[in-house]
């Protein structure tokens, strides 16, 4: 495996519901990030960890909790969610996040709320 | 004055034209510019970025302008192709990518 990985690719799930979105980077990379992508909206930034460490929350509602393990994976725990959460939620990394560089970005996960 | 403001919104063109992406900015101490290209059902990938102290970089067939009295910056894609369809999202940062600003994207579609 190569890039970075998310899973699963799509996920339904009721608003009384409980899941997690799972990445994983395999570029050695020390900064993992959640951004949210909507239709006709800019990509927005939800949360920054470096080095397992948590260096930015864009003010992300606490039904969103992240998990860093280690600095090669990323979670987002989903819990009572709302219609308005339905989006594409990517993962990405990059060497560093308090430099500027490429950020390397997974497929997303097509997260759909009922 | 973190907003990056994207034009147009949609772009259609036909192969071998010239599409150009245009982005505006506010924050003067942003000074990394960078391009994603996303493909439907893909991840943003990195096209090609700048930095403030040139005013055009060229990397095969894409090419960015900055103009940074305007604070303005483009993307031209030159003698488009199909395979070119995809969205388009300029960016900037003043030094951080935890302070990655993103505009809202452009749909480009290059037609035969």
């Known amino acids: 495996e190569t890039g970075v990985t998310q899973t699963p690719r799509h996920l339904v799930m009721g608003m009384t519901n409980k899941k997690s979105l799972k990445c994983e980077q395999h570029?050695?990379?020390?900064?993992m990030y959640w951004y949210k992508q909507s239709a006709k909206k800019p990509l927005e930034l939800m949360f920054v960890y470096s080095l397992e460490e948590r260096v930015e929350n864009n003010s992300v509602p606490s039904r969103f909790s992240p998990e860093c393990p280690n600095s090669s994976h990323l979670f987002l725990h989903l819990h009572t969610l709302q219609p308005e959460d339905s989006a594409l939620y990517l993962c990405?990394?990059?060497?560093?996040?308090?430099?500027?560089?490429?950020?390397?970005f997974g497929e997303g996960s097509r997260l759909t709320v009922l | 004055q973190q907003q990056v403001k994207q034009s147009p919104q949609s772009l259609i063109v036909q192969k071998g034209g010239i599409p150009i992406i245009n982005c505006a900015y506010e924050?003067?101490?942003?000074?990394?510019f960078p391009w994603y290209q996303q493909f439907p059902g893909k991840g943003p990938a990195l096209l090609i970025a700048?930095?403030?102290?040139?005013s055009e970089k060229k990397e095969g067939r894409f090419t960015i302008s900055f103009n940074k009295s305007a604070k303005q910056f483009s993307l031209h894609i030159m003698d488009s192709q199909p395979g070119d369809s995809a969205t388009y999202f300029c960016a900037a940062t003043p030094g951080s990518n935890y302070k990655l600003t993103f505009g809202k994207g452009t749909l480009l579609t290059v037609n035969p």
């Open positions: 700048i930095r403030p102290d040139v």
């Open positions: 990405a990394s990059s060497q560093e996040a308090g430099n500027t560089g490429e950020l390397f």
């Open positions: 570029l050695g990379h020390n900064a």
């Open positions: 924050n003067t101490a942003f000074d990394y």
